[in-house]
């Protein structure tokens, strides 16, 4: 019969159902009462601004000329044909749609550079002293082209994935809509950046792992060692954006962000953001090990704990130096235009590492990554200890083999004999 390996494993599942019900629920109640508490009570105003109106249009006629010659230049000398001349755009927006305008052919740094057929987005703009309107062309229009890239990305994780693709999508979503439901409209709001990360975070955590991952007890480990690992990184960002004495207010965007929105904490919103960003790869980190020791609780039964968390501990150190790499080669890769400018700009090499901008990012990965590592012990050791636990019991509860009869020694053998035949 095919029923035995089921009795043997019974004795665990309600063991580990018990400890996933009793991670669970305290973790969904305390993530609900937060976000209740921090939910914003109003939704953030945007100010009012005197920026033109943005209209559609498609390119029918681009018509370039020599730029005129500059102060201190001859006549004779025609200046460079690019960025000068006129482009003829059929609106396709707004109240004079179908109809044909004229306007300069864009120039300056970063200019698009316009083609017959390109589709692209103009302001509308008023003249003051009453001559009518006119139009500017300020960029291209992207979202077709974004919408088959996202089409072809989706396609792409449900073709190798497919049923484990389509709820990693679903938690894609869900981590969108906290972070535009709850997390920016807090922040905006007043609330601790900080507490909204750190319940945001858990919110997107709790969902999007059961629902990739199910409701097994691989997850909940990982649950349980995100959580751990998640709280001692906020923790350690608050104590070394501190330390450092960063205000959070290192680039053109904080700044106005400061100025127009003065009740948001930026060094708060500084710590938000590592904690934000740290989510991403923890769950990657967590879920491996989790997953990892499972598999060798399975692959080898006589494991025990010390056995399971060496093993696992090994395979967490190979991810971590290589997630080290990547995190930096990330942040290289984002910052290549900052990096470049320093590099020409000549900049002394201390003055560079220690300049806000720059150091802002330094405490960023430095704190990301001991959150990173202290996530292997942490899970692994949760894991094995489960592993462990959970065969052991299974152990105990298991039927056992009746003991086989002992045969009497001859001795004893001859007086029962005498016994039986006196009685009778």
């Not at 749609?97 to 703009?125: E, F, N, Q, W, Y």
């Not at 608050?238 to 929105?261: K, P």
Request: charged residues 15%; hydrophobic residues 50%; contains cysteine.
């Amino acid at each position: 019969m095919s029923h035995a390996h089921p009795q043997e494993g019974q004795p665990a599942y309600p063991v580990r159902r018990r400890l996933t019900l009793l991670l669970l629920i305290p973790a969904v109640l305390l993530t609900a009462v937060g976000m209740l508490l921090l939910w914003p009570h109003s939704p953030a105003q945007v100010e009012a601004t005197d920026e033109p109106p943005r209209v559609l249009g498609q390119v029918r006629a681009v018509a370039p000329e020599p730029c005129p010659p500059t102060a201190g230049e001859s006549d004779e000398a025609p200046g460079p044909t690019t960025g000068c001349g006129s482009v003829r755009v059929t609106l396709t927006s707004g109240r004079e749609a179908g109809t044909d305008v004229s306007t300069d052919i864009p120039s300056g740094p970063g200019a698009p550079r316009l083609h017959v057929g390109d589709k692209i987005t103009l302001l509308l703009l008023d003249d003051p002293t009453g001559g009518g309107k006119s139009y500017v062309v300020v960029d291209f229009q992207r979202s077709h082209q974004l919408w088959l890239l996202g089409a072809a990305f989706a396609l792409a994780i449900i073709a190798f994935a497919r049923w484990r693709g389509v709820t990693a999508l679903a938690g894609l979503a869900v981590t969108f809509a906290v972070l535009l439901l709850f997390i920016i409209p807090a922040i905006l709001d007043g609330r601790s950046p900080v507490l909204v990360a750190v319940v945001g975070s858990a919110a997107i955590m709790l969902t999007v792992l059961y629902l990739t991952h199910g409701f097994t007890t691989t997850t909940s480990v990982a649950v349980a060692g995100t959580l751990v690992s998640l709280t001692i990184t906020a923790l350690l960002s608050a104590v070394a954006t501190a330390g450092t004495h960063l205000s959070g207010i290192a680039d053109e965007t904080a700044s106005y962000l400061s100025i127009a929105y003065q009740n948001v904490d930026m060094r708060g919103l500084l710590l938000a953001g590592i904690v934000i960003g740290s989510l991403g790869v923890l769950d990657d980190i967590t879920v491996t090990q989790s997953a990892t020791v499972a598999e060798l609780a399975a692959a080898n039964p006589s494991y025990r704990f010390r056995e399971l968390y060496r093993a696992g501990t090994r395979i967490g150190r190979a991810h971590i130096a290589s997630v080290i790499n990547t995190i930096v080669l990330a942040y290289a890769g984002a910052s290549l235009p900052l990096m470049l400018l320093f590099a020409a700009g000549n900049t002394p090499f201390g003055e560079l590492l220690t300049g806000e901008l720059v150091a802002q990012e330094l405490v960023r990965s430095a704190v990301g990554t001991i959150g990173l590592i202290t996530a292997v012990p942490i899970t692994t050791a949760l894991a094995a200890l489960l592993a462990s636990r959970a065969r052991s019991i299974a152990a105990d509860a298991a039927p056992r083999p009746p003991e086989p009869r002992s045969t009497p020694p001859r001795e004893d053998a001859w007086v029962a004999f005498a016994e039986r035949d006196h009685r009778w």
